[in-house]
């Protein structure tokens, strides 16, 4: 065997050795730092005990903020009306966005036609081929209400991470109530769905 292939394979050896260790070595500081890592039961927070599975009882849930704790059952059905409401709300959000949207693509329209007819085929063509102009009054309010459907959402997920299964009915429920009352608004012209 030469001197160079000897070389070769104990460099392989070593990088071998040098890799189990790296593996051996996370996996035992990990299992003797002290942290069980099981899902047997509820994770303790400073704030008390956050159950991992569906439950009804108000065990001291968080909703969003450190006061907002419902502890009675007239708490939690407070916080469940608040959440069916505020779930109508967001459905009409979205039923306002849609509104303005197609009332913002009509005045769009109506724009590159009017630009079509002064300025002849071919800059209509261009202009159809071009995204509408920005607007500052259509693309602010179209940002805030992206910003706001989205705030909404991520509480929505917030409130259903607690696991309080009167929390995600009250959700689901004032999600369909919503889109029953304003789902039709601003929605496909033809009526389609």
């Known amino acids: 065997m030469s001197p160079s292939s000897t070389s070769t394979s104990m460099s392989l050896s070593l990088l071998c050795v040098g890799a189990l260790l790296a ?3 996370p996996a035992h500081a990990a299992a003797a730092n002290g942290m069980d890592m099981s899902m047997d039961d509820g994770m303790t927070l400073a704030a008390g005990t956050m159950m991992t599975t569906l439950h009804f009882t108000p065990i001291s849930d968080t909703l969003w903020f450190a006061g907002w704790v419902p502890q009675s059952k007239g708490a939690l059905a407070g916080a469940c009306i608040g959440l069916f409401l505020l779930a109508i709300v967001e459905r009409w959000v979205a039923a306002v966005r849609r509104m303005c949207e197609a009332q913002w693509a009509a005045a769009g329209r109506r724009a590159m036609k009017k630009s079509c007819d002064k300025d002849g085929e071919k800059k209509g063509v261009r ?29 929505f997920m917030l409130a259903v991470m607690t696991f309080q299964a009167s929390f995600i009915i009250s959700i689901v429920l004032g999600l369909g109530v919503g889109e029953m009352l304003f789902g039709r608004y601003g929605g496909n012209p033809t009526g389609a769905h």
Not at 133 to 141: G, I
């Open 127 to 155: 202009a159809r081929l071009s995204a509408p102009p920005f607007v500052a009054a259509h693309d602010v309010m179209r940002g805030a209400m992206q910003a706001l459907g989205a705030a909404l959402g991520y509480a």
């Open 23 to 25: 593996c051996a070595v």
